[in-house]
């Protein structure tokens, strides 16, 4: 629910939250790289995610504890759901699954802490994870078929005449994956927590009389928002899945 923001006495602006603030200033070749909320929020995140993976398996038990069972779950969710969509041949990329997984799932719940910063609320964030899988899963597809990886575009059983129209659709399908793929996960971060925002807004104006009702929605919602939080991470990473499959198996 990110940064707080105050114009106009009461009022709040539920956009504020989604400013980029620089906080060490840098430039390179007349390109700013300088270190924002935004890098900071995905250096903790990367940091958390570590001493997760890294500190609750370091001493591992016969019978595991929470925060063993924690992360031998997560192991679990992220094979299982390899193995479901993928197949075996999935497997030899369950490192980068399950640290996508992991990533969009801590910045997701990073931002619902009051005061932080939602980092995939960024659609810039969230197209740049998404054209990064879908060049690597194109790579990944013509590394394992060769030129034959062009026959995806191809629809099977179709009539000859109508075949130049379908390639052209299903080229134009899979170059929007990125897109969609980004929009998904950027659209409903922001959604949700400008709504968060807004609610917020009406408790403190309307004070101690009518505030208990927006308050009650606020937290309910905020209920929502965390569920979603790891609902977009889900589907994300399920899509990423996907369109891995179709790279090695071209279905």
Not at 67 to 77: I, K, M, V
Not at 79 to 102: C, E, H, W
Not at 123 to 130: G, M, N, P
Not at 161 to 186: G, N
């Amino acid at each position: 629910m990110a940064a707080k923001g105050t114009e106009g006495g009461l009022g709040i602006d539920p956009m504020h939250q989604f400013v980029i603030e620089r906080i060490v200033p840098l430039e390179f070749a007349g390109i700013d790289v300088s270190f924002t909320n935004s890098s900071l929020f995905m250096v903790i995140a990367v940091i958390l995610i570590t001493l997760f993976t890294t500190v609750t398996m370091s001493g591992r038990a016969m019978v595991p504890g929470r925060w063993q069972s924690l992360a031998e779950l997560s192991y679990e969710f992220i094979a299982n759901m390899i193995r479901d969509n993928v197949g075996s041949a999935g497997q030899r990329y369950f490192p980068f699954i399950f640290t996508l997984f992991m990533f969009v799932l801590f910045l997701n719940m990073l931002g619902m802490i009051p005061y932080s910063f939602t980092v995939t609320s960024h659609i810039i964030v969230t197209f740049a994870l998404a054209f990064f899988i879908f060049i690597g899963v194109t790579i990944i597809g013509f590394a394992t078929h060769g030129i034959k990886f062009l026959n995806f575009f191809v629809p099977q059983g179709i009539p000859v005449a109508l075949m130049p129209l379908l390639v052209v659709i299903e080229v134009i399908s899979y170059l929007t994956r990125p897109i969609s793929l980004s929009v998904r996960l950027f659209a409903n971060m922001m959604a949700g927590h400008t709504m968060l925002k807004v609610f917020a807004g009406f408790v403190v104006g309307m004070g101690a009389i009518g505030g208990w009702a927006p308050l009650a929605f606020m937290v309910a919602f905020t209920g929502l928002e965390v569920l979603i939080a790891f609902l977009q991470a889900y589907v994300f990473t399920i899509l990423t899945c996907i369109y891995l499959n179709d790279a090695l198996h071209m279905h």
